[in-house]
């Protein structure tokens, strides 16, 4: 890792210090670059076939071609830190990503002329259990699709856990309470990372949880505790926030198979598994490269009558949810629904009331409403 002299840490202190002073004096100078940002591209697809939901949502913004070059490593996260040692599927319970999605977006990978993909999370507990399940339950249940994967192209996607494979790590800078976050270094040198997540609510202190807090599974365990407390304690929404500056993910998926309503997150903490073929008769997949927009158009389609709502239609309930609305404002993405070209489904025909958290579903409410 490159060391920073005592002078770039002082200029770059300075330099960063101004910014989030003329955002937190002039909201309006975060607002004025919204004028020449181009409309963020979000693809909807629903299927009643999720490998094809994939391949169609990733069509549909452009292709995975956009990202990924002949010869690029890629690095793949799954949302399956909930993933086995419960006692039931991970799957059908909405807590992790249908296994299709996963395997369809690295074999996209490859065909788009990837040197390696890694799919990887940062786990504490054995790793057959969680890529394989027992007897193909209790598990992700990937392993077996990422076989067939390399028996036909060859060794190139590989299943890792974090925790064994990461030999160092490379700081970034937060404006939380840490100042800088440690990430792995096979996330950090990667040239395109990829965020696959799954549709579902979350418990306090936020109400949903889609491709951006999925990196919250990158961190590591050894430096921020179980399950990453410091990071908790240093101000969670922000410290999602520089996760996602630190590495910039250039596509996000949201798995709409199977989700999860209420409290959010695993079943053992109260939360309920939604179908959606029989709620939607159909699964859904959402795609996008801008995470916020990807992130906000997820939130819109399951918090239909949500209360409250905030008096600019256009933000809607994205704006309360906090990391969202920080990514926004700090120029990470667009939050605005009219500043998203929705792609496939119309939103309105889509959009569900799914049950919201029973602890306070905005925990912090912003001024502006």
């Known amino acids: 890792m490159k060391k920073i002299t005592r002078r770039e840490f002082i200029k770059n202190s300075i330099s960063w210090g101004a910014v989030v002073a003329a955002q937190s004096l002039f909201p309006e100078y975060i607002y004025a670059k919204e004028k020449i940002i181009t409309p963020s591209i979000v693809g909807v697809i629903k299927d009643n076939d999720i490998r094809k939901a994939t391949e169609q949502a990733l069509a549909i913004i452009g292709g995975i071609g956009k990202v990924v070059k002949p010869g690029q490593m890629v690095f793949i996260k799954p949302n399956y830190i909930a993933?086995?040692?419960?006692?039931?599927?991970?799957?059908?319970?909405?807590?992790?990503?249908?296994?299709?999605?996963?395997?369809?977006?690295?074999?996209?990978?490859?065909?788009?002329?990837?040197?390696?993909?890694?799919?990887?999370?940062?786990?504490?507990?054995?790793?057959?259990?969680?890529?394989?399940?027992?007897?193909?339950?209790?598990?992700?249940?990937?392993?077996?699709?990422?076989?067939?994967?390399?028996?036909?192209?060859?060794?190139?996607?590989?299943?890792?856990?974090?925790?064994?494979?990461?030999?160092?790590?490379?700081?970034?800078?937060?404006?939380?309470?840490?100042?800088?976050?440690?990430?792995?270094?096979?996330?950090?040198?990667?040239?395109?990372?990829?965020?696959?997540?799954?549709?579902?609510?979350h418990h306090w202190p936020m109400a949903v949880t889609f491709g951006m807090k999925n990196f919250m599974g990158i961190m590591p365990s050894v430096i921020y505790g179980e399950p990453r407390a410091k990071l908790h304690d240093a101000g969670i929404n922000q410290v999602i926030v520089d996760i996602n500056k630190g590495i910039k993910p250039a596509l996000t998926v949201i798995s709409g198979a199977y989700g999860m309503e209420g409290e959010g997150v695993v079943r053992s903490f109260g939360g309920k598994s939604v179908d959606l073929i029989q709620r939607i008769n159909g699964c859904l997949v959402i795609a996008g490269y801008d995470p916020v927009a990807t992130d906000a158009t997820a939130t819109r389609l399951i918090t239909k009558g949500w209360m409250p709502q905030p008096k600019d239609n256009d933000l809607g309930v994205p704006w309360y949810i906090k990391h969202l609305r920080l990514a926004h404002q700090q120029g990470l993405g667009q939050l605005r629904q009219s500043r998203i070209e929705l792609r496939g489904e119309k939103l309105s025909d889509l959009a569900m009331s799914w049950q919201m958290p029973m602890n306070n579903a905005y925990p912090e409410l912003p001024n502006y409403v």
């Not at 790590?169 to 395109?192: G, N």
Request: aromatic content about 6%.
């Open 83 to 201: 993933g086995g040692l419960m006692g039931h599927d991970p799957v059908t319970a909405g807590e992790i990503p249908h296994p299709e999605v996963v395997a369809s977006v690295a074999r996209e990978c490859v065909n788009a002329g990837a040197k390696h993909v890694i799919i990887g999370e940062w786990f504490e507990r054995p790793l057959n259990i969680i890529w394989q399940g027992k007897k193909n339950v209790e598990g992700a249940q990937v392993k077996k699709l990422i076989e067939r994967i390399n028996k036909k192209y060859g060794d190139k996607v590989s299943l890792v856990n974090l925790r064994e494979y990461t030999k160092s790590f490379i700081y970034v800078p937060s404006q939380s309470k840490l100042d800088w976050l440690a990430i792995p270094d096979i996330v950090k040198k990667a040239d395109v990372v990829i965020s696959i997540a799954v549709l579902k609510t």
